[in-house]
């Protein structure tokens, strides 16, 4: 039998983009633009460009770009998603991947997504609620133990800040003197010389900090 014989599967990237408002997780959609759940807002996605694309990531990049204005953001790939079910149009692959944005960053580049916390997404398309509670138990299985969590933050923070966005990624939370100790133990922090930040609950103003690495990954939970 010729290649041709064998039909040919849809081959997709689904990005599960992720931010902080008000205090809760939440993802990106983007309403889609044509049939199968036109008018629908699902992850942001789109066909791979074999005569385009050098690998998936290079269409993660793409789409990102096309799609909402980000660019040179942090993704990590989260695992596929294949089956004849998964799309009306035919038998489908989909490379997921989740990206972490800030939310200043995600407003000023894109002004067509819609947020939703990620624990009242409502009625998604495909089998996009499948692949958000996916990369949602990962950010919360893999932030525990790295720096993940921090991506959601900007590039300078207090440690307030810090703790406070690892409490919502994790879903719990913690002790103040035993986080602070955990992450000076960790030394996974630089101060920002000369920068200090004004903030309602501090009398004084507050020491900033900035991540050492872009990602750090150690061998005790947070």
């Known amino acids: 039998m010729t290649d041709e014989q064998f039909p ?23 309403p889609r633009a044509t049939e199968p759940f036109q008018t629908f807002a699902g992850l942001i996605g789109g066909y791979i460009h074999a005569d385009e694309d050098q690998d998936a990531e290079d269409a993660v990049r793409r789409i990102l770009k096309q799609k909402t204005g980000l660019d040179g953001i942090f993704f ?6 294949a089956s004849a079910k998964r799309d009306p149009r035919g038998w489908s692959v989909s490379i997921a991947y989740f990206a972490l944005v800030p939310k200043p960053v995600l407003e000023a580049a894109a002004h067509t997504l819609e947020l939703r916390p990620v624990t009242e997404p409502g009625s998604l398309p495909f089998d996009h ?16 133990y790295s720096t993940l969590p921090a991506r959601l933050l900007p590039d300078i923070f207090t440690m307030s800040e810090l703790q406070s966005i690892y409490e919502t990624v994790i879903g719990e939370r913690l002790d103040q003197s035993a986080f602070r100790r955990k992450i000076s133990d960790l030394n996974l922090l630089e101060e920002v010389e000369g920068e200090k930040r004004q903030t309602e609950r501090a009398r004084r103003p507050t020491t900033l900090y900035r991540l050492k690495d872009p990602i750090s990954v150690f061998n005790r939970r947070i």
């Open 129 to 144: 609620g499948e692949i958000l509670a996916a990369a949602v138990n990962r950010l919360r299985g893999k932030g525990a």
């Open 76 to 81: 990590e790939q989260l695992r596929s998603f």
């Open 8 to 30: 040919r599967p849809i081959v997709t990237v689904d990005i599960v983009l992720l931010t902080l408002s008000d205090e809760r997780l939440c993802v990106a959609l983007l």
